[in-house]
C-alpha cells in the first residue's frame, strides 16, 4: 500500500503554502492579528480550502481581539488551585485572525490523538487506490494488545467478524476504539503513516514509540490541514471533520460550546503512572462565519479534573469569541 504522491510542482507548492501559513502567523508564543487577506472556497460544511493569499493593510482582520494575557491567567490560575500538574493550549482564529499558544512547546503524550492521522493516510490512499475503504479485515480480539482505556468507547468490535475499512475508521474516531486502530494500523505500512508527518515537520517516533511526545502546537498542524483540504482532497476532508463532528466525547471541548454550535474534535487518554493522568482535546470550534481552532493538553491526577479543565478552557475561548462577534 503507497499513498498517492503529489507531482514536484504542485508538491512544492503545497509544502510552501502549509509552511508559509503555519509559520507565518506562528512564530513566537503571541501573535497579533495579521494583515492578510486570505480567499476561500467556502463551499463545504467542515473545510474551508484556501485558494489565494494577498496583501491587505487596514482590513477587518487588525480589529480581532487578542485575548492570550487573559486566557494565560486563567490557565495559572487553574494550574495554581486544582490538581491539574500542567495545561497547554493552542488556539487560532482560521479567518486570518489571533494565533497564540500558551506553555504551546511543552510535550505531552498524544494517545489516541493520533488516530486522526491514521484516517487521514488512509482516505490519502482512495486517490491511488478507489476502492481500499472497502476491503474487509478480519478481527480476532486474542491478535490484539490490550491496551488500557479509562474513557471506554460505546461500541466494541467483535471477534471473528470483518470489517469494512471505512467502519473501522468511523469506530476508530467515533467511539476513539483502540481494537479498530489497532487493525487499521498493522494493516498501514509504516513508511506511509511517516509521509504525513515528514510533511508536517512532526517527529515520527510517536507513531510507534507509545513514550514519544509531541506538543500541543505540534499537533493543530492535523487539523488545519484538515480545514483547509490540503493534504487530502476536500471530499474526505469534509469526511474526516463529519467523523470528528460526530464523536461521543462530550465532557471536553464540546461541554464549553453550545449544542448548536458544531465542534470536530478528537481526545486523547493516557495513564503514566498512578498519579499521572494525561487528557487533552484538540478540535475546531464552528462559530458562525468565525471558526476557530483550540487544542488542550493536560496533565494531572485525576481524569475528571482535566476534563473540567478542558471544558472551563473551551468555555473561556468561546465567550471571548462570541464577545466580538455575536
Known amino acids: 500500500m503507497r499513498l498517492s504522491r503529489l507531482t514536484l510542482p504542485v508538491l512544492t507548492l503545497a509544502i510552501g503554502l502549509i509552511v508559509g501559513l503555519w509559520y507565518g502567523q506562528s512564530n513566537g508564543s503571541s501573535t497579533s492579528a495579521s494583515t492578510s487577506m486570505q480567499m476561500r472556497n467556502n463551499e463545504g460544511t467542515f473545510t474551508n480550502p484556501l485558494l489565494e493569499c494577498d496583501v491587505a493593510e487596514d482590513t477587518i482582520t487588525s480589529l480581532k481581539t487578542n485575548f492570550k494575557a487573559e486566557l494565560e491567567k486563567f490557565v495559572h490560575t487553574m494550574e495554581d488551585r486544582t490538581s491539574v500538574q500542567r495545561i497547554a493550549v493552542y488556539f487560532r482564529d482560521l479567518n486570518n485572525g489571533p494565533t497564540f499558544g500558551i ?176 487528557l487533552h482535546d484538540c478540535g475546531i470550534v464552528y462559530y458562525p462565519k468565525h471558526p476557530y481552532l483550540l487544542c488542550v493538553m493536560t496533565r494531572g491526577a485525576n481524569t475528571s479534573t482535566l476534563e473540567r479543565a478542558i471544558a472551563d478552557i473551551s468555555k473561556f475561548v468561546y465567550e471571548k469569541i462570541d464577545e466580538q462577534y455575536r
Not at 490523538?113 to 491514521?118: A, N, Q, S
Not at 481500499?132 to 468490535?157: G, V, W
Not at 467483535?158 to 487499521?184: F, H, P, Q, W
Open 103 to 278: 506553555q504551546q512547546n511543552d510535550p505531552f503524550i498524544p494517545a489516541s490523538l493520533l488516530k486522526v492521522p491514521v484516517m487521514m493516510a488512509y482516505f490519502s490512499e482512495t486517490e491511488s487506490d478507489p476502492n481500499i475503504l472497502q476491503k474487509k479485515l478480519l478481527f480476532t480480539k486474542s491478535a490484539a494488545p490490550d491496551i488500557r482505556q479509562t474513557i471506554l468507547p460505546a461500541q466494541h468490535l467483535t471477534s471473528g467478524k470483518e470489517y469494512s475499512i471505512n467502519e473501522l475508521i468511523k469506530r476508530m474516531i467515533v467511539y476513539s476504539d483502540n481494537d479498530a486502530l489497532i487493525l487499521l494500523f498493522k494493516t498501514l505500512p509504516i513508511e506511509d503513516h511517516r509521509h504525513l508527518y515528514n510533511l508536517l515537520g512532526v517527529d515520527s517516533s510517536v507513531i510507534s514509540d507509545p513514550t514519544a511526545a509531541l506538543t500541543v502546537k505540534q499537533y493543530a498542524a492535523f487539523f488545519r490541514i484538515l480545514f483547509n483540504a490540503s493534504f487530502i482532497s476536500q471530499k474526505y476532508s469534509e469526511e474526516a471533520l463529519t467523523l470528528l463532528a460526530s464523536t461521543d466525547f462530550d465532557s471536553g471541548l464540546r461541554k464549553g460550546v453550545p449544542e448548536r454550535i458544531p465542534v470536530a474534535h478528537k481526545f486523547g487518554e493516557r495513564q503514566i503512572a498512578t498519579s499521572e493522568q494525561h
